[in-house]
Each structure stands twice: as C-alpha cells, then as structure tokens.
C-alpha cells in the first residue's frame, strides 16, 4: 500500500470548518493522507492516536484522515465534503484521539453528517 500526504483533503477540511460549527475539532492535529492499493472498499476513514502513545511520546492528540484514492476521487465535490464531514464527526468533543462508533445513544453518525452537509451548502453559498 503506497501513502502520500493529501493536501487538497487539509484544504478542504480546513474549508469544512470554517462554515460549519465544530469547535471541538483543531485542524492543526488533523492530518490528512491518500492511500493506494488498500483492499477496504471504504472512501475514507479517520484513524486515532490512543492515548497510551500520546503519554509515551509525549505529545497531543491526533488525527490521520486517510481517503481511498480508488473509490475518493471519483466522488464529486459535494460526495467529496460530505464524506469529510462524515469522518470528523467520528472525533469526540474533547479531542482526546479516540473515535466515536457510528451509533450511540441518542446519536446517529451518517443522519448528522447528512444535516450538517444541508448546513454546509447552506452556509457556504451565502458566503460566495
């Protein structure tokens, strides 16, 4: 599998979150990769810093946000953003590294990114 940093994913998330409202999420610790050649039939997924290694190296927590090159790049803007605010959903209020599951209490991952995509176009069109 071949790994290469995805700037134009940074970029858009960095986009993301100045329209949309989360807080809680600091961009600076997220990084963002292209991968090629995985077997997942995933378009992206995010992956945690456990906490056991952010006190063994001594550093804050993390996020990788990782995009399937084969299944990422087809996907228009809209599927593009929306998958990205997928994935940032999946990071927890205190940004402690670890990830929130797709269902919780009172709390359904996709059904909130799909609003919050609603949100997203809302917002992003009255600041053009």
């Not at 700037?7 to 090629?36: A, G, M, N, S, W």
């Not at 993390?62 to 809209?78: G, R, W």
Request: hydrophobic share 40%; charged share 30%; proline share 4%.
């Amino acid at each position: 599998m071949e790994w290469e940093e995805a700037k134009e994913v940074k970029r858009d998330i960095r986009k993301i979150l100045k329209v949309i409202e989360l807080p809680h999420v600091k961009h600076v610790r997220i990084f963002c990769y292209r991968t090629q050649g995985s077997k997942s039939r995933a378009y992206a997924r995010i992956w945690a810093f456990p906490k056991i290694f952010q006190q063994a190296l001594g550093i804050e927590p993390a996020y990788v946000i990782e995009v399937l090159a084969k299944y990422y790049d087809k996907l228009n803007e809209d599927q593009k953003t929306h998958v990205l605010i997928h994935e940032l959903l999946h990071i927890p209020k205190n940004f402690s590294g670890s990830l929130l599951p797709h269902r919780g209490r009172n709390r359904h991952l996709e059904s909130q990114a799909k609003k919050l995509f609603i949100e997203y176009k809302k917002l992003a069109k009255n600041l053009t």
